[in-house]
């Protein structure tokens, strides 16, 4: 079993920063895969990015590439989401999921989830 927390949300002005962070705890942190997932009000859960065990390997939704950056940092059971060059259509709540697996992109894949934090970006 494993319990996430996020936190690192609020509201920021387009093209400014946040970062993301999710604490994890209940099982061996490092044997699960990480991702990050995005929902807007209306909308279906979105895929922004997912970190493999080690950290070694990485998938970032085309829509953020260049703007958002996940780490791991094992030994102290968390998992972070940089975002950069904020844009009013980055605006959701953000989900932390673990799976046990190396890596994952899609919902089905992951076992556990955290209860989300919202982000919201001002035009």
């Known amino acids: 079993q494993v319990q996430l927390v996020e936190s690192g949300g609020g509201l920021v002005q387009a093209g400014g920063s946040l970062r993301l962070s999710c604490a994890a705890s209940?099982?061996?942190?490092?044997?699960?895969?990480m991702g990050w997932f995005r929902q807007a009000p209306g909308k279906e859960r979105e895929f922004v990015a997912a970190i493999s065990w080690s950290g070694g390997s990485t998938y970032i939704v085309d829509s953020v590439q260049g703007r958002f950056i996940i780490s791991r940092d094992n030994a102290k059971n968390t998992v972070h989401l940089q975002m950069n060059s904020l844009k009013p259509e980055d605006t959701a709540v953000y989900y932390c999921c673990a799976a046990n697996r190396f890596i994952a992109t899609t919902p089905s894949d992951y076992d556990y989830w955290g209860q989300g934090t919202q982000v919201t970006v001002s035009s």
């Open positions: 209940g099982r061996t942190f490092s044997s699960y895969a």
